[in-house]
C-alpha cells in the first residue's frame, strides 16, 4: 500500500501546487503581458533554455564598457557570485585572455556591466565537486592538463602505482619543479564546507575507463569566499605556503583544541513486543558499557548519552504508544542516563506484523536529537527486525536505507548497528541485514566496510561480548587520546600556517589504528575504523582546513592508487524553485506508474495523462520512445555525467519488468522526493552565491545518487 503522503504530493502535483511550502513554482516563467522586447542572455552551445552563466573571482571589479579604463560600477565582487552573460568574448580574445563580458544579474535582461575574462570564469552546468571523506585514500592531485591524467591511467597497474606514489612523494617531500605536471593538491586534512566554504564547480568533463569502472576526468576550478587571501594562488609550485598547509597530517591538532573534544553517543532501541524477552539485556549493556566507558573518559573531554526508542505508526496503531519517542531533549551525562534507560519499556500491544519503523527511528534521532555543537556523533541501534520498506504506509519517514546513509554522511553522523538475529524470522533475516549494514557504512571506514554486527537471539553472551569489545576499543582509544595530550609536543614538524604553527601539537595517528587487526575481533575493529574515521572529519573542522582556491586545473574522481574509491563526488547546484519543478515532475511520474499498473496501459499513455496538468505537451509525451524525448525532465539534468534509469525508461522496459520491479522503481522514485522534502525544509547546506539573495535562491550540492 502507498503511503497517503504520496497520495497528497500527487494530488498537488496534478492540480499546479508546488509541493514545497515557499516554492514559487517553475523557474524562467515569463510575464505573458510583458510588451517590451527585453535582452536575452547568450544560451548554453547546443540548449535552448539554459542561459550560460560566469562565476566571478574574488575581487574583481564590474565596469560600465570594455575597458579598465572606464567608471567602475562595482568593485571588489564577492567571489562565485554567478551573472548571466548578454555578449560573450570571441574564442580568440578567450584564447589571449584579454576578452570582455557584458554580464547582467537575471535572465531578464537587467545588464549590470562589463568583466574582463581574465576575472570570471564559464559555468556551462552548475555541477560541482565535493571531496569525499580523506581517510583511505590519497589526496586529490590536480593537473595542468587532461592528458597527462590518461597517459596515467592508461598505463599499467604496477607502472600507474608507482609513478602516481613518486609524485605524492615529490609533493610531501617539498620536491617540486617549476614544470612540476601538478599545480595543485587537496589538503590532507579534512575540509569542513559549512564551516569553510569551497566550491569546485566543474567547467567541463570527459566520461572514462578507469580499473574497469567508469570514472570521470574533470576541468574544475577551485574558488573560496572573497576573504582575506581568497586570491592567494595554491599552485604548489609557486607557493609554499600553501603546500604547507596541505601536506599537514590528517590526524595533527593543537592539545588546545583536542582537549575541547566532545562525544556523543545516542542508543536508537527497538521497544515494540518482540523485543521484550531481549529488552532487559539490551538495556543493561547500554547502561554497563557507558558506565565502563565514562570511567575511562578524561575529564577534559565532555561526553554525553542520548536514547530514542521506535516501534510503529502510532497514527494507525494507537495504543503502541509511538512511532519515535527521544528520551532525552537534551543529551545527558552517565548519571541521568542511567535513570533514563531504567524507564525505557516495551509496548504491551503487538504490531500487525513482524517489520517495524525502523527507517523514523533512525532518522528523527539523526535530525532530532540536540547534538553538540562541535564534536563527534556516534548512534548506536539496537533492534531485531528490519524496517518497513519506502512506499509502506507505516513507514512515516518515507526513506530506504540508502538515502538515510546519504544524509547520515552529510550530517556527520557514525552509525553501528547491532541486529539481534531471531531464528523465528528467517524470512525478514536477509532484509535486516541488509538495511542495518547500509545504515552502518560510514564514511572514511574503508571500502564496503560496515560497523555492523550481529547476534543470535538465542545467544545473549554474544551480544554483550559485540557491545563490550565496542566499548573496549573506545576506551583504549580515549585512554591513549589522554596519554598523548600529557606527552611532549610533536618533533620535527613542517611549519604550517593557523593552529599549526604552535609546537603545542599532538598527533593522534598514535592512538588511531588504520587497519584491520587480523588478531582483534570484529567489534574491535570496527571501533577503531569509527573513532579515527570521526576523528579526522573533527580534526579537519577545528584545524579548518582550506581547500585550493584561484586556479584552473584537471583532476580525476577516483583514487589515482586505487580505482575502487571515490575521491570526489559530482553534485549539482539546485536552487528551491528547480528542486520543486524535479518533485513534481516525479510525483507525475510515480502517478502514471500506479495508474498504469491498475489499468494495464502502456508507461507513456498513463504518464499522458498524468501530466496533462503541469503544462506539458501531451504530444511529446505521447510520441515519446524514452523519458528524455518527453519533455518532462528539467533541462538543467540534461547532460550530466551520469547514468540514469529514469531517462532511458521506454514502454519496452516498463513493460518486461513484473510488478515487484515496476514497485522497486516505483519506490525508488519516491525516496528521493521525499530526500528532496527533507533538503527543501531544512537550513543546512543551502548556500546563497550572491549576498543578499532571496531564500529561494540560495542552492544546495545536491548529489548525483538523489537525481532520478
Request: charge should be negative.
Amino acid at each position: 500500500m502507498w503511503n497517503s503522503t504520496v497520495k497528497s504530493l500527487v494530488f498537488m502535483s496534478l492540480i499546479g501546487l508546488p509541493l514545497f511550502s515557499g516554492a514559487t513554482g517553475m523557474e524562467d516563467m515569463s510575464n505573458p503581458t510583458e510588451v517590451v522586447k527585453k535582452r536575452v542572455p547568450v544560451k548554453i552551445e547546443g540548449k535552448k533554455l539554459l542561459s550560460l552563466r560566469v562565476l566571478t573571482r574574488p575581487f574583481s571589479n564590474i565596469y560600465t564598457d570594455k575597458s579598465s579604463e572606464s567608471p567602475i560600477v562595482q568593485s571588489d565582487v564577492p567571489a562565485l557570485q554567478p551573472f548571466y552573460v548578454y555578449t560573450r568574448p570571441s574564442a580568440e580574445d578567450l584564447e589571449l585572455e584579454s576578452g570582455w563580458y557584458e554580464i547582467g544579474s537575471n535572465s531578464q535582461g537587467k545588464v549590470i556591466g562589463w568583466m574582463q575574462s581574465k576575472d570570471v570564469f564559464e559555468w556551462k552546468q552548475t555541477m560541482c565537486l565535493v571531496y569525499t571523506h580523506p581517510e583511505g585514500r590519497k589526496p586529490v592531485m590536480m593537473f595542468d592538463s587532461k592528458s597527462t591524467i590518461k597517459d596515467i591511467i592508461k598505463a599499467e597497474d604496477e607502472a600507474r602505482v608507482e609513478r602516481v606514489s613518486k609524485l605524492y612523494k615529490a609533493i610531501d617531500d617539498g620536491n617540486i619543479s617549476k614544470d612540476f605536471v601538478v599545480n595543485s593538491i587537496e589538503p590532507k586534512r579534512a575540509v569542513d564546507i559549512k564551516k569553510e566554504f569551497y566550491l569546485l564547480p566543474i567547467l567541463d568533463f570527459e566520461a572514462i575507463e578507469f580499473g574497469n569502472r567508469e570514472a570521470r576526468v574533470l576541468k574544475l576550478t577551485a574558488v573560496t569566499n572573497a576573504k582575506a587571501g581568497a586570491r592567494d594562488e595554491s599552485d604548489i609550485r609557486k607557493s609554499k605556503t600553501y603546500l604547507d598547509d596541505a601536506v599537514a597530517p590528517s590526524t595533527v591538532i593543537s592539545k588546545k583544541k583536542l582537549k575541547g573534544l566532545n562525544v556523543d553517543i545516542v542508543w536508537v532501541f527497538d521497544t515494540t513486543v518482540s523485543m521484550r524477552p531481549f529488552i532487559k539485556d539490551t538495556l543493561d549493556v547500554a547502561k554497563e558499557s557507558s558506565v565502563k566507558l565514562t570511567t575511562n573518559v578524561p575529564d577534559n573531554i565532555k561526553l554525553k548519552f542520548g536514547a530514542w526508542g521506535y516501534r510503529d505508526a502510532v497514527e494507525d496503531m494507537p495504543k503502541i504508544g509511538y512511532t519515535t519517542k527521544n528520551y532525552t531533549p537534551e543529551l545527558v551525562d552517565i548519571n541521568e542516563f542511567t535513570d533514563v534507560l531504567s524507564n525505557i519499556k516495551v509496548t504491551k500491544v503487538d504490531s500487525v506484523d513482524f517489520p517495524e519503523d525502523m527507517f523514523s527511528g533512525v532518522s528523527h534521532a539523526m535530525d532530532k536529537t540536540a547534538w553538540s555543537s562541535t564534536g563527534v556523533k556516534f548512534i548506536i541501534l539496537v533492534g531485531d527486525a528490519p524496517s518497513h520498506q519506502a512506499g509502506h504506509k507505516w513507514n512515516v519517514s518515507g526513506f530506504d536505507e540508502e538515502r538515510l546513509r546519504a544524509l547520515a554522511d552529510d550530517s556527520g553522523v557514525y552509525i553501528a548497528s547491532i541486529h539481534l538475529k531471531n531464528p523465528k524470522a528467517k524470512k525478514f533475516n536477509a532484509l535486516a541485514e541488509t538495511q542495518y549494514r547500509t545504515l552502518a557504512t560510514n564514511p572514511g571506514s574503508g571500502k564496503g566496510d560496515s560497523a555492523f554486527l550481529e547476534a543470535s537471539t538465542k545467544d545473549k553472551e554474544a551480544f554483550k561480548k559485540n557491545v563490550d569489545k565496542l566499548t573496549d576499543a573506545f576506551i583504549v582509544n580515549v585512554k591513549k587520546l589522554r596519554d598523548v595530550i600529557k606527552e611532549d609536543s610533536v618533533g620535527n614538524m613542517r611549519k604550517t600556517g593557523g593552529e599549526l604553527a604552535f609546537d603545542d601539537t599532538v598527533d593522534t595517528d598514535k592512538i588511531m589504528t588504520k587497519d584491520n587487526n587480523a588478531s582483534a575481533s570484529k567489534a574491535t575493529n570496527i571501533a577503531n575504523r569509527m573513532f579515527r574515521a570521526a576523528m579526522v572529519q573533527w580534526i579537519g573542522s577545528q584545524t579548518e582546513a582550506k581547500a585550493p582556491n584561484d586556479i584552473v586545473a584537471w583532476a580525476i574522481d577516483k583514487d589515482l592508487i586505487d580505482s575502487d574509491i571515490a575521491s570526489m563526488d559530482v553534485r549539482v547546484l539546485i536552487n528551491k524553485r528547480q528542486l520543486d519543478s524535479l518533485a513534481t515532475v516525479i510525483q507525475s511520474i510515480i502517478q502514471a506508474g500506479i495508474d498504469g499498473q491498475i489499468s494495464g496501459e502502456d508507461f507513456f499513455s498513463s504518464l499522458q495523462a498524468a501530466t496533462a496538468s503541469i503544462a506539458r505537451d501531451p504530444n511529446m509525451v505521447r510520441q515519446a520512445k524514452q523519458m528524455a524525448d518527453t519533455g518532462l525532465v528539467p533541462e538543467f539534468l540534461e547532460g550530466l555525467p551520469y547514468q540514469s534509469q529514469l531517462m532511458a525508461m521506454t514502454n519496452e522496459l516498463w513493460g518486461s519488468w513484473g510488478a515487484d520491479e515496476q514497485n522497486e522503481f516505483i519506490e525508488a522514485l519516491y525516496t528521493k522526493v521525499e530526500a528532496y522534502k527533507k533538503i527543501h525544509d531544512t537550513s543546512d547546506g543551502w548556500i546563497p552565491l550572491n549576498k543578499g539573495v532571496d531564500e529561494d535562491q540560495k542552492v544546495y550540492p545536491l548529489s548525483l545518487d538523489l537525481l532520478p
